[in-house]
């Protein structure tokens, strides 16, 4: 907690500053002597406690002003420059000044002690006051309440993906959240009268790092019971066509590892090294894996008629298996036969950014969502990539997901 003491007596100030030291809590407390410093604390930090004396020096070497502890009092609550403090405790040692504003104090939201030196009720009163406001802070910030905020949370990470889950809500709205560059979007997943209440933004670059960070983000500021990505992937020759969804069971980033010098032993991978992966592995939720063992063909057939633009001609399918991650684009399916499938024959498919939700999400505040990734294949990692399902992959992933949240999930 940031405290700010605004008091002219040293005396006083540091018999205030003992008082409050008896609560046993690590505080921040920083102190000035004239208002024109206090107006300047106060336009660059946030204070959970300001402490104002009523006649204070304007400014430093100036003379007394016995309304300017007031009269900052009133600015503060009027002028958008300050970061209002969280809460105002008014200590004076003058008697006429503390009748004078007491019963106006007391009516509003803030506090008035007169201060003795031959008198220890004031502090008392201060302990009490500082108590309460370290209980009050250490509620405001249990990470073990329980209870979530949103229904879903989904992640994208290009922006055709983000505009098909855009189509799918109704009734968006884009925000921001103080301090945060993130731009989001809130709507609801629709269905009758059933109202699914869900968050969505997405990453500004691709890969791991930017969707573990997006992940941690939106589960601390909104607290969803699922966190989801949906959008595009590579899938792998031979386990599926253009639009399938993979829905990964477990995932693993294929570039942890370590790159080591190549010796006589060894097969050389390059003229230089070789690369030795060390993949760990995080699994769907169990419940989840049951639940996608239904059969979901009536849904599936929907989804590729209700898609207008090209398409191919295979049936559209759900693909449950293995996904590997990187933030490395691969356009070659050597890459995949050398360095992902002989850690994981039963490999789907690749993408940047699942392992990053999943890592988030099992590693994040309380209470935890469930993760749930739905990639569409729109490419095959050869040199034959081009976007020309690319967003019908993305229509399949999101609509699918949005079926499970409407209908299975909540």
């Not at 803030?110 to 008198?119: A, Q, V």
């Not at 693993?252 to 690369?275: C, M, P, V």
């Not at 239904?294 to 298996?321: A, Q, V, Y």
């Not at 050398?338 to 392992?355: A, C, F, Q, T, V």
Request: net charge negative; charged share 30%; hydrophobic share 35%.
């Amino acid at each position: 907690m940031k405290i700010l003491i605004v008091e002219d007596d040293c005396e006083k100030c540091k018999a205030i500053k003992s008082a409050i030291q008896k609560v046993p809590y690590d505080f921040r407390i920083d102190t000035t002597q004239n208002v024109f410093s206090a107006k300047n604390f106060l336009s660059k930090s946030y204070y959970d406690l300001l402490i104002l004396d009523l006649n204070l020096p304007l400014e430093e070497g100036g003379e007394c002003d016995r309304d300017s502890g007031y009269n900052l009092l009133i600015e503060i609550q009027k002028v958008r420059l300050y970061k209002k403090p969280g809460s105002i405790l008014i200590v004076t040692s003058y008697e006429d000044l503390h009748d004078k504003y007491k019963e106006e104090i007391d009516q509003g939201l803030f506090k008035i002690i007169k201060y003795t030196t031959f008198d220890i009720t004031w502090e008392k009163e201060i302990i009490e006051y500082t108590n309460y406001l370290v209980s009050s802070n250490d509620d405001s910030n249990d990470i073990t309440e329980t209870g979530y905020n949103y229904d879903v949370a989904i992640l994208s990470a290009v922006e055709i993906e983000n505009s098909q889950i855009l189509n799918e809500l109704s009734n968006n709205e884009s925000f921001k959240i103080k301090g945060d560059p993130t731009y989001y979007t809130k709507g609801l997943f629709t269905k009758g009268k059933k109202k699914i209440k869900v968050v969505t933004a997405t990453q500004h670059q691709m890969g791991i790092a930017a969707s573990a960070t997006l992940t941690l983000k939106m589960i601390k500021n909104f607290k969803p019971k699922y966190i989801c990505m949906a959008g595009i992937a590579a899938g792998k020759k031979g386990e599926g066509n253009f639009g399938d969804i993979i829905i990964p069971t477990e995932v693993w980033d294929y570039g942890s590892g370590k790159i080591t010098e190549k010796d006589e032993k060894t097969s050389a991978e390059t003229n230089d090294f070789l690369f030795k992966p060390d993949p760990k592995y995080l699994s769907l939720d169990v419940e989840l894996k049951e639940l996608l063992n239904k059969n979901f063909r009536p849904i599936l057939d929907t989804i590729k008629n209700d898609w207008k633009s090209i398409k191919p001609d295979s049936s559209l399918n759900i693909i449950k298996g293995p996904m590997a991650c990187g933030s490395i684009v691969v356009q070659d399916e050597s890459i995949i036969e050398k360095y992902i499938d002989p850690h994981n024959r039963k490999l789907k498919g690749l993408d940047m950014e699942s392992y990053g939700v999943f890592y988030a999400a099992e590693n994040s505040f309380m209470p935890k969502p469930k993760v749930l990734v739905c990639k569409s294949i729109c490419d095959f990692a050869d040199t034959h990539k081009d976007d020309k399902y690319q967003s019908y992959a993305a229509f399949t992933s999101i609509r699918f997901l949005k079926h499970l949240i409407l209908e299975e999930l909540l």
